[in-house]
Each structure stands twice: as structure tokens, then as C-alpha cells.
């Protein structure tokens, strides 16, 4: 961060902590809600967008490897024209941060031009176009996919405290996915009434980082097909000084796996 940058954000910080101290307020008349004389102006050359950070978070998954990673082992299309594999993956995690719920909502960020001049990009892949490419998806796919992440999740592992690998503790547990479909393969109903999938996620306690994902009929029940999860997780974790022996915690439903 540049010092100027660095000056004006505490100056801002201090100015919103003075704002904000505790003081004896007396009786109001007024509400606080009172509006002011506000002015709009569209800038002809400047471009905004709500999800601000996403150009930093796609410069973070560039700097770790993941992107070329990805398209090294990720072999889903033949030819590139113009997406390779990354493009797709990293479009559909983009619109999940971004708040959205389908793909259709991609629709919306292919309509953003300062979107897609924060990721660099000329044009982003449609809803249709990205539902194709995961209907490519295999099931060694989906493994690979999620090797090459947790993989990549290391380096951003090295930058932790020596403490931080003594010990690692592993949730895994199902849960409820809800869908708006009826006729999608796998959906069932859940012991909540629910229609949908029963996905398994296998995801690290300390920091809550799902590592693997499973999914499953809506009505699978919660421990379903955790013991084949547990090579995987031996293979993730070998970052971690001390292995203890893999124990299986039950209760109310939830089993934690410590290692």
C-alpha cells in the first residue's frame, strides 16, 4: 500500500472511531435519519462496481499458481477459443462471491463493464456456455479440480504461524442444499422436508476452509460416505508436523476428524 493511500485510510479510521465514541445524547426532536442534498453524477471515463475486492482476489488466485495450475491438469476442452478451463471455473466461483445464486446471474456480470475490466477480461462466459462446461465434468474431474485447489491453498498456508501447523482438526459433516428444480438427478427429499441434494463437506476447523465436497441424495444420511474421504485427507494434511491417529467424534449427529 503507498504511504499517501496508507495516511488517508487512518485519517478516515480515526474520524469514524471519534464519530462513533460513546457520549450522553439528550432528547432528540429529530430522527437521525435526515437525509441531506445529495448530487449524482455520471463520470464518463470512471467505472464502479459493488464487488470491489474481486480484482484482488483474482490477482491473490494468479500469484499462488491457480490459474495456470488449473488449466495444466484440468483437461475439459479441446480447443480454447475463445475460454480456456480456468476462465469457466474461476467465472462461475466469481459469481458466487459476487452474490450470485445461479447462472443465470452471470448474465448480470457480463453486463458489467467495470467488472470485467477488473479481471482483465474482454468478455466473461454466458449462463448457457458455463452450464455446458460443467455438464463436462466427470467424477475424477471433480477430484482433480479439488486437489489443484487445496494444493495451491498451501502457499497461502507457508505465510502462517509454526503454530498453526501442530494441529489440524477436520469437520466433516452433511448438509441440506436446497433447489428450485424437480427434476434434477439426485435430488430427494431430507428429513427437514426439504428438496434437494445432501452434499458432504470435509473442511478444516480452524479456519473453516472447505477442502472436499461430496455430493449426495438429498436424503443421505450425515455420515455417508465419510470413510472414503479419508485417504484424501491424509494427502491434504501432510503439511502438518504432528499426525495424530485419525479418530471419528459422534455425536448429535456431527463427527469431527482429528488428525
Wanted: a neutral charge.
Amino acid at each position: 500500500m503507498k504511504k499517501l493511500n496508507h495516511k488517508i485510510l487512518s485519517k478516515r479510521k480515526r474520524k469514524i472511531e471519534k464519530r462513533l465514541e460513546r457520549r450522553n445524547w439528550e432528547d432528540q426532536k429529530r430522527p437521525m435519519f435526515r437525509g441531506s442534498n445529495i448530487d449524482y453524477e455520471l463520470g464518463g471515463r470512471d467505472q464502479g462496481i459493488a464487488c470491489g475486492g474481486i480484482g484482488v482476489i483474482h490477482t491473490l488466485a494468479k500469484r499462488i499458481g491457480l490459474v495456470k495450475e488449473i488449466d495444466k491438469r484440468l483437461h475439459l476442452l479441446k480447443r480454447h477459443v475463445p475460454y480456456h478451463e480456468s476462465d469457466h471455473v474461476l467465472n462461475i466461483a466469481y459469481n458466487v462471491m459476487a452474490g450470485g445464486e445461479g447462472f443465470e446471474d452471470i448474465e448480470l456480470l457480463r453486463q458489467d463493464e467495470g467488472w470485467m475490466d477488473a479481471l482483465g477480461a474482454e468478455i466473461i462466459p454466458d449462463p448457457t456456455t458455463a452450464g455446458d462446461f460443467v455438464r463436462r465434468f466427470g467424477m475424477e474431474d471433480v477430484m482433480t479440480l479439488m486437489e489443484v485447489i487445496n494444493e495451491r491453498r498451501k502457499k497461502v498456508w507457508d505465510r502462517q504461524p509454526k503454530e498453526f501447523f501442530k494441529e489440524a482438526i477436520l469437520n466433516v459433516d452433511g448438509t441440506i442444499a436446497e433447489t428450485t428444480g424437480e427434476c434434477k438427478e439426485g435430488m430427494d427429499l431430507s428429513h427437514k422436508g426439504i428438496w434437494g441434494y445432501g452434499p458432504l463437506i470435509i473442511s478444516l476447523a480452524q479456519t473453516r476452509e472447505p477442502l472436499y465436497l461430496v455430493n449426495r441424495s438429498g436424503n443421505a444420511p450425515s455420515h455417508l460416505d465419510s470413510a472414503e474421504m479419508d485417504s484424501s485427507e491424509h494427502r491434504q494434511f501432510g503439511a502438518y508436523r504432528d499426525v495424530l491417529p485419525t479418530s471419528l467424534l459422534w455425536k448429535m449427529g456431527i463427527h469431527e476428524v482429528i488428525i
